[in-house]
């Protein structure tokens, strides 16, 4: 069983911020959402305490040339002069079109990395910089331009040898009105049965309209594997993140 979304770019993913430091060294800059467009980024931590990690997302871009280059030109923001760049790889074409590219930046100690992401052409470069402002990544999570709900990074199972005794994580979402349901779908026996739960709300990020859930479901069988999906009932609409049409899973194959 799969379930489906209703907006774009539901995935998981850290926060994406505006910063005033513009791209250097750039040139045939165009200002176009169009031919690229950023879907999602996010810190992906190695290390246990957290202190390397490295920045990875996923890039909408039009199909405009077979021969294109898709490069996500960026820096860290303890050293705003040394600018790199590091290709993106295709993944897949979307129903719309759109081919959906992926970047990973090498791993390094921790630091905010601020970058725009361009599309090279038939000749011309595209780019997403954030209407000029460039973007930011950071540990902490927002939802991107067009999404409405995103599964926070943190979601985790406590087990036993084998078993998933429970999972617990964090939803962020967009306030859109003060009357919601937020739950979660969740199988312990692959889609022949499943359960949904009340998520409860935990917060708000200052300065925004981006509210926190948590949720926190024990499991009746002790499975060894679990998958949901998280969905958000506002204005007679409903909202989901399915991980891209996957599903999220914890536990053992």
């Known amino acids: 069983m799969k379930l489906f979304k209703n907006s774009l770019c539901f995935m998981i993913c850290f926060i994406i911020t505006a910063t005033t430091v513009l791209i250097t060294g750039s040139t045939n800059v165009q200002a176009s959402e169009d031919p690229v467009q950023l879907c999602h980024a996010r810190y992906h931590i190695f290390s246990a305490d957290g202190s390397t990690g490295n920045y990875e997302g996923n890039i909408a871009v039009k199909n405009l040339d077979p021969n294109k280059k898709v490069t996500v030109h960026y820096c860290y923001e303890y050293n705003q002069n040394n600018w790199k760049d590091v290709s993106a790889k295709y993944v897949k074409t979307t129903s719309d079109g759109y081919e959906i590219w992926h970047f990973e930046t ?9 970058f725009a992401v361009k599309c090279e052409a038939n000749g011309q470069t595209y780019w997403d ?8 990544v950071t540990r902490d999570v927002i939802l991107a331009k067009d999404s409405i709900l995103n ?10 040898y084998d078993r998933i005794q429970s999972i617990n994580g964090y939803i962020a979402l967009k306030n859109l009105s003060s009357e919601k349901n937020v739950k979660v779908r969740i199988t312990e026996d692959n889609w022949q049965t499943y359960t949904d739960i009340d998520a409860v709300y935990h917060s708000s990020q200052e300065n925004s309209n981006i509210e926190y859930w948590h949720y926190d479901y024990k ?35």
Do not use: M
């Open 129 to 136: 910089n954030n209407n000029g402002n460039n973007y930011t």
């Open 219 to 253: 499991t009746k069988t002790t499975p060894k594997n679990v998958q949901f999906a998280v969905y958000y009932e506002v204005n007679g609409v409903t909202y989901w993140d399915n991980n891209s049409g996957s599903n999220y899973f914890l536990g053992f194959r």
């Open 106 to 114: 090498p791993c390094y100690y921790y630091s905010p990395c601020i």
């Open 151 to 160: 599964l926070n990074s943190h979601y985790e199972a406590n087990q036993t």
